[in-house]
């Protein structure tokens, strides 16, 4: 399966599920910033609450390109979002495996969003065992080959219900299963068994 989706910031499970299932996935670059959108927050489960990280961000008003907003560099932000990652996921089964290399790519600076959520989806990508081909789209289309699965926009925050079936799996807090959260929750909690349960996972929208 070939599929075309937007950028996001450590992106939630549904999306690493589309990755899971496709040879190739166009990542769009053209697009415009979307305020309230997964492109610059995510969700992780800590011992009190379901926490939102965000990156601050300069500027960035409906209707500028994504590729061009650029990050607030001046709050050690990052350095505040991996203490809450440890937080979270420091006594979780395999967070000693993969902290390092996800710590460097969080922790360097980035002068734009999109820079900063690619380098972190490669990274990601790496570590799960992923072999999906990632390309760059070129410019901006409305619309897109019949044989591309347009997923642009399907994943949102502001969209209670997700195109994925779910797996349950064990986490780190609460005797209850909160779903979808960041790919970070499965990977930390589940390691190198991550890629059987992301495709183990079915949607209508992308299994045909």
């Keep these: 399966m070939t599929a075309l989706i937007d950028l996001h910031f450590f992106p939630n499970i549904e999306y690493f599920t589309v990755i899971a299932h496709c040879e190739t996935l166009y990542v769009e670059k053209y697009e415009n910033f979307q305020k309230q959108s997964y492109r610059n927050r995510c969700y992780i489960k800590t011992a009190q609450k379901i926490d939102r990280l965000s990156v601050p961000i300069l500027g960035a008003n409906k209707g500028k390109p994504l590729r061009k907003v650029k990050i607030d560099n001046t709050t050690n932000w990052a350095i505040k979002h991996w203490r809450s990652i440890h ?3 420091g006594r979780s089964p395999y967070f000693e495996y993969y902290e390092n290399e996800i710590k460097d790519v969080l922790c360097k600076e980035y002068d734009t969003l999109f820079e900063l959520n690619y380098a972190l989806l490669e990274c990601i ?3 799960i065992g992923l072999r999906t081909r990632l390309e760059l789209t070129t410019s901006y289309n409305k619309t897109t080959d019949k044989e591309i ?5 399907e994943i949102s925050s502001k969209n209670s219900s997700t195109i994925v079936n779910e797996v349950s799996y ?3 807090f609460g005797n209850s299963f909160d779903g979808n959260l960041s790919i970070l929750d499965l990977l930390f909690c589940e390691g190198p068994n991550t890629i059987s349960i992301l495709k183990s996972q079915n949607s209508e929208l992308i299994i045909h």
Excluded: G, M, P, T
């Excluded at 699965?149 to 926009?153: F, G, V």
């Design 87 to 89: 937080s979270a996921y």
């Design 170 to 172: 064990i986490q780190v």
């Design 125 to 127: 990508c790496k570590l």
């Design 149 to 153: 699965l347009d997923l642009r926009n």
